[in-house]
């Protein structure tokens, strides 16, 4: 292999880990305060790359509004989700949230194929983003150069809003204890939303990318997406965001560079994250970064 | 002053609280005291709408607390410091109190009362930016009270500060108590350690499995017989 080639494959591997960083993100946020796995998270993801494509081909508005407002968007039915799938349930047993995310999940595949039809359908990309750029005999999507900088853009401001806001230290508390959190004043069902929210915006926002990179929506195209993401947030301890982003990066990097090195295996693409999976749980259950809860008395 | 009426509460099943009548004065200590499963933090969860309610009701100057959300009887001006401290371990010592001053908007009004905070526990101050986690036992109960202050409460309620401290820590965190009493603040005071509590308190009710059996000024209930049986470790 040459060194230009494996820059190539270095570039893919970025964005595609990139891309897994946005949506593992949402995973570890909503756990990290619900306990729960979001089964529907690549279903978000999945809508959010359609409603940015009903809103190219249905409006004129330019490309960056459709996507900030379908992304928001997409947040919004995130928040909604939330509001009608796990917040009566909150009291009940964690299993049967879990539960209701299969379904919430299904739904919105099945809602998707009704509504969208399931025939693939192209994203109409603009064309700002779909070109090929050299730099120094390496040819390089555009996209697959903007992927990673949007992704490390918005990574500083999530961090800055966790670390810094008063609504990030109350994500944090609420993440420890509900009662103490309450008793604080915390409206604790307004910062869930906002939890939702966020995830479901970086889902959305890695939709859309994902739909300029690999042009072809189908209303299954969460899955795939959906299950490596949660295996990247458990790979880098769930619950931790910066473990999270790891995961995603090792995924996305791992997978890409497997295919290069070893061609003969790019059957087995998708097992690689599972492989990855079950090595990680032997060895360090917690994930790379997790933590052991210690309580003191 | 808060009041509380025929409070009926029960777990599964299981009565907690059989119809108790409370009446908390402003700028009073009142203390709480009974044994294990008598009912005690069952009445402070009450106030702060934590545990759902059979019967009864709650009021605090004429307005009716009953069934309003906690964060809007946080904002009412009474605070909780709950039992076994529940600080938020992955949080700094600053940020705890941050946290505590959730519902003030005005950041200078938090500045004052965090640097109120470092004065009354000076442990904390060295702390600051330590997680709360690492902190000791002690410092984990200060950080409590003093998140539960951040609001200013004008009812404070403190549920077993005295739990799993050592003797010397017990009487600072008393003496503390005395001190946020007399700059005025109502003190609601839940205690296993009956003796501590009904020394500083103006006033004071026992419960027993779910009722107020005796009530009485503090320094009464010290002299009662009963109490001094059952709680106070005093052979006849």
Known sequence: MSIQEFLQHLANGTSLGSLYALLAIGYTLVYGILRLINFAHGEIFMLGAYIAYYGLTLTSLPWFVVFVLASVFTGIIGVTLERLAYKPLRNSPKITNLISAIGASFLFQNLAIMLFSGRPKAFPSPDVLTGVIYIGGVSVNIISLIIPVVTVVLLIILNTVIKKTKTGMAMRALSKDYEAASLMGIDINLVISFTFFIGSFLAAVGGIMWGIKYPQLIPIMGVMPGLKCFIAAVIGGIGNITGAVLGGFILGLGEIMLIAFLPTLTGYRDAFAFVLLIIILLIKPTGLLGEKTAEKV | ?236
């Open chain 2, 1 to 236: 002053m808060l009041t509380i009426d025929n409070l009926h509460v029960s777990y599964g099943g299981i009565k907690a609280l059989r119809g108790i009548n409370l009446k908390i004065d402003d700028g009073k200590i009142v203390t709480l005291i009974g044994s294990n499963g008598a009912g005690k933090s069952s009445t402070l969860r009450s106030i702060m709408n934590l545990v759902k309610k059979e019967e009864g009701s709650i009021k605090y100057d004429g307005e009716d607390l009953t069934n309003l959300p906690t964060k809007d009887i946080v904002k009412k001006g009474i605070a909780l410091s709950p039992e076994g401290r529940r600080i938020f371990s992955n949080l700094s010592v600053e940020e705890n109190l941050i946290l505590g001053a959730y519902t003030i908007n005005n950041k200078q009004k938090i500045t004052e009362q965090m640097n109120k905070m470092y004065d009354l526990f000076p442990r904390l101050k060295e702390r600051h930016w330590q997680k709360a986690g690492t902190l000791s036992g002690g410092e984990q109960q200060m950080l409590a009270v003093a998140r539960a202050l951040m609001i200013r409460p004008k009812v404070l309620m403190l549920d077993e500060p005295s739990l799993g401290l050592a003797p010397l820590l017990v009487k600072d965190i008393f003496d503390i108590i005395k001190e946020i009493n007399r700059q005025g603040n109502t003190i609601l005071l839940v205690e296993q350690n009956a003796k501590k509590a009904l020394e500083i308190a103006d006033y004071g009710y026992v419960l027993e499995t779910g009722s107020i059996v005796l009530e009485g000024e503090g320094q009464i209930l010290l002299e009662d017989d009963r109490v001094k049986e059952a709680y106070l470790g005093d052979a006849k």
